[in-house]
């Protein structure tokens, strides 16, 4: 019997869509036992959204994809679930099942692949590596695949950083939130993208965060999904107003974090603002794991 861990993640780092995302000390563990034959999925801790508990079930499609590559047959197993990362809020728990799907696979294989091989197998699958890679490695990492080869970088992170993330009680699916992207950008909109991941990207390998207000930007995606988000606006220039030193839209959303340095007197300023909304936005201020996906024995 084993448990793997598997931390959310915040994908479309301000400018960065598609490419830049950071893992979240929020963890769901996947404890596996095998078993004579067939497949038992008891989940724990169960959120609004309802889990499969048959071969639906994607940690389970995940390990059988895995297997099916080396044309081996899956054996009976017991999975049980416990689950932190909310579902459908752009919060990774896609990533993080298909994380735990890849590191299962390979352990019970003893194929002994590495965690960049696994990451970059949950990129082929996923389609863009924003959320699989930080989850396999952990802290902020620029992922780009190119031909079949991943390239990334993890970047290191200001200490004095940590994240409000403030989610939704309403869940936004990331198909439905990717439709209404345009499937085609001015040049203008690409020079202020990339003009802002540089800055993004300096701004924390310096661990200068004066300039992140600006450097968490983005013309790509976040204007798009306005709509499919409502009182992101607000919210964010409330939490600007406050002192946080940027905010971004998490993944294809509905979540949204501020990088904060003043976690005390943000929680005291935010919590009220977000009573009198007519949502309800749960907020919680985290760290960045730096640890990423990992087996523990039991
Ligand atoms: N980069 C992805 C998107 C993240 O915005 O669609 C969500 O998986």
């Not at 976040?222 to 971004?248: C, H, N, T």
């Not at 007519?278 to 760290?287: A, F, V």
Request: net charge negative.
């Amino acid at each position: 019997m084993f448990t793997v861990k598997v931390p959310a993640t915040t994908a479309n780092m301000g400018p960065g869509f598609d490419c830049i995302g950071m893992a979240l000390d929020l963890y769901n563990y996947i404890t596996v036992e095998t078993i004579p034959q067939g497949l038992e999925i008891i989940i724990k801790n169960p959120q609004d959204m309802q889990i499969p508990t048959d071969e639906t079930n994607l940690i389970y499609k995940t390990i059988q994809h895995f297997y099916q590559l080396l044309g081996k047959k899956v054996p009976g197993l017991r999975l049980i679930q416990e689950d932190h990362i909310p579902c459908t809020r752009g919060l990774g728990s896609s990533a993080a099942c298909i994380a735990a799907g890849l590191l299962i696979a390979n352990y019970l294989l003893n194929t002994n692949y590495s965690k960049e091989q696994l990451a970059k197998m949950g990129a082929m699958i996923e389609g863009h590596p924003d959320n699989i890679v930080p989850a396999f490695l952990g802290g902020m990492v620029t992922a780009v695949l190119e031909k079949e080869e991943l390239h990334y970088v993890k970047i290191p992170l200001p200490k004095q950083l940590s994240f409000a993330l403030m989610v939704p009680d309403f869940p936004l699916a990331t198909q439905e939130a990717r439709q209404v992207i345009p499937k085609q950008i001015s040049l203008q909109d690409g020079i202020y993208n990339a003009s802002r991941t540089a800055l993004l990207i300096a701004s924390m390998m310096t661990g200068n965060t004066e300039h992140l207000r600006v450097a968490m930007k983005d013309r790509f995606h976040q204007p798009y999904r306005i709509p499919l988000v409502p009182e992101m606006e607000d919210i964010f220039k409330k939490a600007l107003s406050i002192g946080a030193k940027g905010v971004f839209l998490s993944g294809a959303g509905p979540t949204l974090i501020a990088a904060i340095e003043e976690d005390t007197v943000f929680e005291q300023k935010m919590k009220p603002f977000l009573q009198q909304l007519s949502n309800r936005w749960n907020l919680t201020i985290i760290n960045p794991s730096q640890q990423g996906a990992e087996i523990l024995m039991n």
